[in-house]
């Protein structure tokens, strides 16, 4: 047969006996966004297939004729009044999907074919693997050379597909809904680098030639930053699930209590004991406690005070740490009941994006003995750390679901409960958070 001599279609027995022998069929998603001119003829392709029961357009917030085009040609239609993201509108047509075997098609392909959306499909169908990607005869695009390969070869060099960024893939629904995605241009990449994680085989089908429009320059540059970003995400170098985190000082980012060195070094020792008897029987309130240590404080020289409080040890790795989260782009809180001065003689102040704590005031370079404590009021408690964080958890845009409370003691249970994900040093203040921790650096793993 000659290259120009078109394909002949299978006759109707052929038909027949192909459907029975292949009970199961698959649902093609196809995201949308402004294809008006492609999308009815992509819904078309995948209805010819033998293998398809249904077609599902994800037609996400188009100020075009997309959704009328996809609808008269055959395909359900799922509308977004706005602009979601291709990681949204994939898992829109995914739960909408009657089928377990999913086929996912971008809606601007050219020349498309219903082979395509077969030979995706049939390693699912025939259990060889439960994700399949394409690859197709042509070099890769500017993303996929200068950005994702270079990545990829770095951080990923176990994952070798010759399209990484292909739109064209195949997954069991059971598979994707166990998977991270993201509402953005990375989210192919993230499928598939999540698939991988978990163990998944991942094979790859040449589907022959694929031809997408020309994007416009600022669009492939935007994309470009979304796929770094999604790499490196996955990767761990860079936040995604959460995005703030809230220390306590004493015994979490420092050893034991901090005042406790400060009253050896200016001669209280005995008194702060005699005040914490006091409160522990009831007798004054953590408030008045914390103002009689200012007190005894007062008269100290600030450069004397500084001086003994850099000698407050550290906790192992704590500097590192939190450098290194701040580096993953998240935004790290401290909120403490200690001192300002001792915890900015411990730590530079810049290390923090914010500092919630009493502060000792200071007048010609000596303490006052009078301290200012956050607003945030608590019935027993110096101040309600809860509030304090969910404070900072509105300034920073972040949801519970997104805010990790690290602390050692009873004392942070207000601020465990107000985190979506609270861990402890101590094991007494297990029943107030969520996972115990022996080190800091820990909590690089369990945040990325």
Same mark, same amino acid.
């Given at each position: 047969m000659s290259a120009n001599t078109p394909e002949k279609e299978p006759d109707g027995i052929f038909l027949f006996f192909r459907n029975l022998l292949t009970p199961e069929k698959a649902t093609v998603v196809i995201p949308c966004y402004n294809e008006e001119k492609t999308v009815g003829q992509v819904v078309l392709e995948c209805l010819r297939s033998y293998?398809?029961?249904?077609?599902?357009?994800?037609?996400? +917030?188009?100020?075009? +004729?997309?959704?009328?085009?996809? =609808?008269?040609?055959?395909?359900?239609?799922?509308?977004h009044g706005r602009n979601k993201g291709k990681g949204a509108a994939i898992m829109a047509g995914a739960r909408a999907a009657k089928n377990d075997a999913l086929v996912f098609i971008d809606a601007d392909l050219e020349d498309f074919s219903k082979d395509t959306v077969e030979k995706l499909v049939l390693p699912l169908i025939n259990r060889e693997c439960r994700i399949c990607k394409s690859t197709f005869n042509r070099l890769g695009g500017r993303i996929t050379d200068f950005t994702a390969k270079p990545l990829l070869k770095h951080i990923f060099s176990e994952l070798e597909l010759g399209q990484p960024l292909? +739109?064209?893939?195949?997954? *069991?629904?059971?598979?994707?809904?166990?998977?991270?995605?993201?509402?953005?241009? /990375?989210?192919?990449?993230a499928i598939m680098l999540s698939a991988l994680k978990a163990g998944e085989k991942i094979v790859e089908v040449n589907i022959g030639e694929l031809k997408h429009k020309h994007r416009e320059h600022a669009s492939v540059i935007k994309t470009a930053e979304e796929v770094? *970003?999604?790499?490196?995400?996955?990767?761990?170098?860079?936040?995604?699930?959460?995005?703030?985190?809230?220390?306590?000082?004493?015994?979490?980012?420092?050893?034991? =209590?901090?005042?406790?060195?400060i009253a050896r070094r200016f001669g209280f020792m005995k008194q702060l004991a005699a005040l914490r008897s006091r409160f522990l029987r009831g007798e004054i309130s953590e408030k008045k406690?914390?103002?009689?240590?200012?007190?005894?404080?007062?008269?100290?020289?600030?450069?004397?005070?500084?001086?003994?409080?850099?000698?407050?040890?550290?906790?192992?790795?704590?500097?590192?740490?939190?450098?290194?989260?701040?580096?993953? /782009?998240?935004?790290?809180?401290?909120?403490?009941?200690?001192?300002?001065?001792?915890i900015n003689s411990v730590f530079k102040p810049q290390l923090f994006d914010a500092i919630l704590c009493p502060e000792l005031e200071v007048a010609e370079n000596t303490i006052t003995g009078v301290i200012s404590i956050p607003r945030y009021r608590s019935s027993r408690r110096l101040f309600h750390k809860g509030?304090?964080? =969910?404070?900072?958890?509105?300034?920073?845009?972040?949801?519970?679901?997104?805010?990790?409370?690290? +602390?050692?003691?009873?004392?942070?249970?207000e601020m465990f409960k107000a985190a979506g994900l609270s861990l402890a040093f101590s094991t007494r203040s297990l029943r107030f958070a969520d996972e115990r921790i022996k080190s800091l650096p820990e909590i690089l793993i369990i945040a990325s």
């Open positions: 293998l398809v029961s249904e077609v599902i357009v994800v037609d996400d +917030g188009s100020t075009d +004729g997309s959704a009328e085009a996809a =609808r008269q040609n055959g395909a359900h239609v799922i509308a292909s +739109g064209q893939f195949a997954i *069991r629904k059971k598979l994707l809904f166990s998977l991270d995605v993201d509402a953005d241009w /990375g989210v192919d990449i770094s *970003r999604t790499i490196l995400q996955q990767a761990g170098f860079l936040a995604r699930k959460h995005k703030l985190i809230a220390f306590d000082f004493d015994g979490t980012l420092v050893e034991g =209590r901090s005042i406790d060195l406690l914390s103002e009689s240590i200012a007190q005894a404080l007062g008269g100290v020289n600030i450069a004397d005070f500084e001086e003994a409080a850099g000698k407050v040890k550290k906790r192992k790795f704590a500097g590192e740490t939190v450098n290194y989260l701040k580096r993953m /782009g998240y935004k790290v809180v401290l909120v403490s009941y200690a001192f300002d001065k001792i509030k304090a964080l =969910r404070a900072l958890m509105r300034r920073f845009s972040a949801r519970p679901g997104q805010t990790i409370a690290v +602390g050692n003691s009873s004392g942070d249970k």
